[in-house]
C-alpha cells in the first residue's frame, strides 16, 4: 500500500478516537446527570413529606378533628389534607426547616454542597387536576447546565399550590463524579494520539529518507563516473601504447590516473567510515600533533588544486601542539575547507584560527560564501542532509563525517552563520585525550 494512504489511514483514525472519546464521554455524562437529578427529585419529595410530619408532631389540634381528604382517599390525598389541616390551625410550611431536612436527605445520598432554593409554586388546577399529573409533568421540570427544577410537590388538597427545589450549577458534581474517567480517557486518547502520530512522523521520515537516499546513490555513481570514465580511458592508452613516445602526456596521464584514483577512494572511504562511526568500529591513532604545520599543508593543497582565487588568513593561539588523530584531523579540515571554497563565489576568503578554551583546543574555519539558513542549520550533521540553498552537487556526507569524528572525540561543534555574508564552523578536541 503506496505511504499516503497510511497517512490518511493515520488521519481518520486520530478522528475516530476522538469522536468515539467524546460519545463515551457524552453518554456517561448524561447517565451520571440523569442518576444525579433522579436523586435530587427523589430526596425533595422526602423531604416535603418530613417537614409536614414534623410540623405534625409539634401541632396543637383540638382533640376529634379528622383530617380532610380527596375523593380518592389515597395515601398523596392523606398527606394533602394534613397539610392544609396545619395551614388551618397556623401552623404553615417552614421553609428554612425543609432547606435543612433536604440537606440531610441528600448527604444521605452521598450528595454534598449542593446550591439550591426552595420556592413555593401557584399552580394551574385545570392542568394539574390530580396528584399523578405532577409526577408525569414536565413542563416546569428543567435539566440543563446551569439549573435542575425538581418536579413540583403538590401541597394543598386542591392541587392550587406547590413547592418545588431548582438546584443551580448541578454538572459540576456530574464532573466531580467523572474526573478519574475524565482522566483516565484523557491519558488514553493522549497515547494513542501520540502514537499515531508517531507512525505519521516515521512514515514520512522514512519517505524523506528513501528521498535522500536516492538523491545520494544518483550524486555519488555521478561523482565515481568521472574517476572510473577517467581511469578507463588513461588505462586504454597506456594499453594501446600511443603515449609511450610521448612522455610528457604519458606523466600528465599518470598524474591524473593517480588524482582520479585517490579522489575515489576518498569518496569510498568516507562512506566507510561513517558506517564504522555508527556501528562503534572506529579507533583512533592518537599523537602529537603541530596544528599551524597540519593548516598550511592542507592550504598550500587547495590553493593548487581549486580553479577559485582562494585566499588564506590564519590566526595561531599560543599552543601549537596536542594529541589527536592527525589523519582524522586532516580530513576533518579537508572537508571543511572544501564546503567552504564549493559554497563561495569566485573570490573566496577563509580564515582559519586556533586558540586553548580550557582543555580543548578550538579551531575556527570561517569564510565568506553563500551561509546556511537558520532551519538548515538545525539538520547539516545529520547523514544525506544538505542545506535547501545550494546547487553544487554533493552526498551530504562531508559534515556528518565530521560531525561523527569530532563527537567520538569527545569534542564539540558548532556552527554560525549568516547567508550571503559567512559562515564559520567551531570545532573543539581534547588537548590530551
Known amino acids: 500500500m503506496n505511504e499516503k494512504y497510511y497517512i490518511y489511514i493515520s488521519i481518520i483514525a486520530i478522528v475516530i478516537v476522538f469522536v468515539l472519546q467524546y460519545v463515551w464521554f457524552y453518554t456517561t455524562y448524561k447517565v451520571l446527570e440523569n442518576d444525579l437529578y ?12 418530613k417537614e409536614l410530619l414534623a410540623r405534625a408532631k409539634t401541632a396543637h389540634i383540638p382533640s376529634g378533628t379528622t383530617v380532610p381528604s380527596n375523593r380518592n382517599g389515597n395515601v398523596i390525598g392523606g398527606i394533602l389534607g394534613l397539610n392544609d389541616l396545619m395551614n388551618r390551625f397556623d401552623n404553615p410550611r417552614d421553609l428554612k426547616k425543609l432547606d435543612s431536612i433536604y440537606v440531610s436527605e441528600l448527604a444521605k445520598m452521598n450528595i454534598h454542597d449542593l446550591s439550591f432554593s426552595i420556592a413555593v409554586i401557584k399552580t394551574d388546577t385545570t392542568y394539574y387536576n390530580s396528584e399523578s399529573v405532577f409526577d408525569r409533568d414536565t413542563t416546569f421540570v428543567l435539566k440543563t447546565r446551569k439549573e435542575f427544577k425538581t418536579h413540583i410537590v403538590p401541597a394543598l388538597l386542591n392541587l392550587s399550590e406547590g413547592v418545588q427545589a431548582t438546584v443551580v450549577n448541578p ?82 596521464y599518470y598524474r591524473i590516473l593517480n588524482e582520479e584514483t585517490a579522489r575515489l577512494l576518498v569518496l569510498l572511504n568516507r562512506a566507510l567510515t561513517i558506517a564504522k562511526f555508527e556501528q562503534k568500529r572506529i579507533k583512533f591513532n592518537i599523537q602529537e600533533v603541530n596544528i599551524p604545520d597540519v593548516i598550511c599543508e592542507i592550504a598550500d593543497k587547495f590553493k593548487t588544486r581549486t580553479a577559485k582565487k582562494v585566499t588564506f588568513s590564519t590566526k595561531y ?9 592527525k589523519e582524522y584531523l586532516c580530513e576533518i579540515l579537508d572537508n571543511l575547507i572544501d564546503n567552504s571554497i564549493k559554497y563561495s563565489c569566485e573570490q573566496v576568503e577563509i580564515m582559519i584560527s586556533t586558540s586553548e578554551q580550557g582543555q580543548y583546543m578550538e579551531l575556527k574555519i570561517r569564510d565568506n560564501g553563500i551561509g546556511i539558513s537558520k532551519e538548515d542549520m538545525k539538520r547539516i550533521f545529520r547523514k544525506f542532509e544538505r542545506g535547501t540553498n545550494v546547487s553544487v552537487s554533493g552526498h551530504g556526507l562531508g559534515l556528518n563525517f565530521v560531525y561523527q569524528v569530532v563527537k567520538a572525540q569527545k569534542g564539540y561543534i558548532l556552527v554560525d552563520s549568516e547567508q550571503n555574508v559567512f559562515t564559520e564552523l567551531t570545532i573543539g578536541l581534547l588537548l590530551n585525550p
Open 38 to 49: 433522579m436523586n435530587i427529585d427523589a430526596c425533595f419529595k422526602v423531604a416535603v413529606e
Open 171 to 252: 454538572y459540576r458534581k456530574v464532573l466531580m463524579k467523572m474526573w478519574l474517567l475524565l482522566l483516565c480517557s484523557l491519558i488514553f486518547t493522549m497515547f494513542i494520539v501520540y502514537c499515531i502520530i508517531r507512525q505519521m512522523r516515521i512514515i514520512i521520515l522514512r519517505r524523506q529518507i528513501a528521498r535522500i537516499r536516492q538523491d545520494f546513490t544518483y550524486a555519488m555513481i555521478h561523482d565515481m563516473k568521472t574517476p572510473v570514465s577517467a581511469i578507463s580511458m588513461i588505462g586504454n592508452a597506456l594499453h594501446d601504447g600511443t603515449v609511450e613516445d610521448k612522455p610528457t602526456l604519458k606523466a600528465n
Open 317 to 325: 593561539g599560543h599552543t601549537h601542539l596536542f594529541y589527536t588523530d
